[in-house]
């Protein structure tokens, strides 16, 4: 159910003024930092640095309707398909945590059934151990 949104030549100049403007600019600052004492260099950055700005809007204009409609049609594509992902994940991970609750319950189950079950035997090992014991008080008192 993906759209295609068209991309004309004059975007994609927009879009590389755009970028070329944004690596100007911060280009234009490592001149202005290494060589603070020199008035020719510093002024001839900053003008390209205000030239980048003048890119940067060209670039916008260039880009306009067309780049603006082509993100918000990403976002919301994109929003989407984070929508459907988190719906998937969430019902996998509801899956996961009733079959844990299952095996848990299952797992109570088996054990409460072995500990009745020693519980059992410990009884009858323990009237086997006071019936031998008090057929052997009986025959000291026999005696």
């Known amino acids: 159910m993906e759209t295609k949104q ?4 004059k975007f994609i100049v927009g879009l590389t003024l755009i970028i070329a403007s944004l690596v100007i600019g911060k280009l234009v600052l490592i001149p202005i930092i290494l060589f603070t004492q020199n008035l020719k260099w510093e002024s001839a950055m900053i003008i390209t640095y205000i030239f980048s700005w003048v890119i ?3 670039g916008i204009g260039f880009a306009g309707w067309e780049g603006y409609r082509l993100v918000t049609h990403k976002y919301r594509e994109y929003q ?8 998937h994940h969430s ?3 509801a899956e996961h ?8 319950k ?11 079950q020693g519980v059992d035997r410990l ?12 057929k ?3 025959r000291k008192r026999g005696l």
């Open 6 to 9: 068209e991309v004309t030549n």
């Open 56 to 58: 940067l809007f060209t």
């Open 80 to 87: 989407r398909r984070t929508i459907e992902q988190v719906k």
């Open 91 to 93: 019902r996998k991970a």
């Open 97 to 104: 945590t009733k079959n844990a609750a299952y095996k848990t």
């Open 106 to 116: 299952e797992m109570a189950n088996k054990t409460r059934c072995v500990t009745l």
């Open 123 to 134: 009884k009858k090992n323990l009237r086997a151990s006071e019936k031998e014991l008090m």
């Open 136 to 138: 052997g008080i009986r």
